[in-house]
């Protein structure tokens, strides 16, 4: 993630502690050289919902294999173990399975902090209560369009207004809560309506998604947006996050799943604030870019372990088997060593880039989707040729 209102407008959030504190820098199996891995953990595959870019290729049906209770509360016990700071619960729609609440509580007993990643259809008065009363940090509700257009996106007609009523119905409870917006060429002309739902409703945090080629996102590569647009995109969402800062609006605006943003981002200030420059660029050398298989993993419904939730087509092992500190501290697989020092590895414009330093290869899965090598260039990288150069006039740019 990149959190765009903290590198341009200083914001403080939760995360940030995750990202861009010095302790993050050099951890090579968690967010920081004392914690584990953030996890994602895809509770169910089952989904009321049929997203035309799920990764996890979620549908209405249950998988008669998914972790029990008793496994999940064990996973759970060792998540704490490996002092894992956050655990992410998502699926499917984590909200259909019937011990949700009983595994929220055992987590935040654990000292866990828990969030939600969540369509937001099912959430009635009473659960946004519960989830409150429970103590989960974080309900993110993925909208991916204004009205008819997120409903078709989404396979369900009325799905835009049961998310929204999902949405106020948290903020009644008291329950944090945010969106989460994937962008792509159905929907990227509503950028601008979204930013006005976000002002409307009071909404405190919005992540803008770019495309993962995973699952049936796989089946979109087509539909993604062009580097053009996704420029253009990105420069808008900047705006927005200084806007809202300007008129005193407490919005945390983020960006997930391309890291070249960060350089985009400094290279902006570099023409429109210099002063911040040194700042913004030091926060992106101590977060270090994408660190799937590092500070971010992931448990399958089944138990299999996964570098992040859109490799599931790379099995680490299994928690039914092995502990998730073993599985995870077992640098045996090739693509988990990989991971934790790409840079030789990585190929084409990634390999000889001079800001891997901030970047770090960007995203492996869009990489292999596209040219069926995990370690070539992501396509995704929408940085131009000049921009590359002036990696090398940066304090520590030069390629490793």
């Known amino acids: 993630m990149i959190n765009v209102s903290h590198l341009l407008c200083r914001t403080e959030n939760y995360g940030d502690t995750l990202r861009y504190k010095r302790g993050v820098q050099g951890a090579q199996s968690g967010t920081t050289r004392t914690r584990g891995p953030v996890v994602v953990w895809n509770c169910t595959k089952a989904c009321n919902l049929r997203c035309i870019h799920c990764y996890s290729n979620s549908d209405n049906n249950k998988h008669p294999d998914e972790l029990t209770t008793g496994e999940g509360k064990a996973l759970i016990d060792d998540l704490a173990r490996m002092r894992v700071p956050v655990l992410l619960l998502s699926g499917g729609e984590p909200l259909l399975r ?21 369509n937001g259809t099912l959430i009635t008065e009473d659960l946004a209560q ?48 945010g969106l989460r917006f994937t962008m792509n060429s159905y929907n990227i002309a509503d950028l601008d309506e979204i930013f006005q739902l976000v002002e409307a409703e009071d909404i405190p945090r919005v992540c803008f998604y770019h495309l993962a080629y995973s699952g049936r996102g796989s089946e979109m590569i087509s539909a993604d947006i062009s580097h053009a647009q996704t420029r253009n995109a990105v420069e808008r969402i900047a705006s927005q996050a200084e806007t809202y800062a ?5 919005k945390e605006i983020l960006t997930v799943d391309n890291h070249c943003d960060g350089m985009f981002l400094y290279l902006r200030e570099t023409k ?119 990696g090398k006039y940066t304090q520590g740019g030069a390629a490793q």
């Open 272 to 390: 429109q604030n210099p002063d911040k420059t040194a700042e913004i660029l030091e926060l992106l050398k101590i977060n270090g870019g994408n660190r799937s298989g590092i500070a971010i993993g992931c448990v399958d419904w089944l138990g299999q372990v996964h570098p992040d939730q859109f490799s599931q087509d790379i099995t680490l092992g299994s928690v039914r088997e092995r502990s998730f500190d073993t599985i995870w501290t077992d640098e045996s697989h090739s693509v988990l060593r990989g991971l934790r020092n790409r840079k030789p590895l990585l190929k084409g414009r990634c390999g000889g880039c001079p800001w891997l330093h901030t970047c770090n290869g960007n995203f492996r899965p869009r990489a292999a989707a596209v040219t069926g090598d995990y370690w070539e260039a992501d396509p995704a990288c929408y940085l131009t040729d000049e921009e590359i150069a002036a």
């Open 98 to 118: 019937p011990d949700l609440t009983t595994l929220i509580s055992h987590a935040v007993k654990q000292g866990i902090r828990v969030t939600i990643s969540t």
């Open 130 to 177: 519960t989830l409150k009363e429970l103590g989960v940090s974080y309900v993110g509700v993925s909208l991916d369009g204004i009205g008819a257009n997120n409903d078709e996106f989404r396979g369900k007609k009325g799905a835009f207004d049961a998310a929204l009523q999902g949405i106020r119905r948290c903020q009644a409870a008291g329950q944090k809560v």
């Open 246 to 250: 300007e008129r005193g609006l407490q």
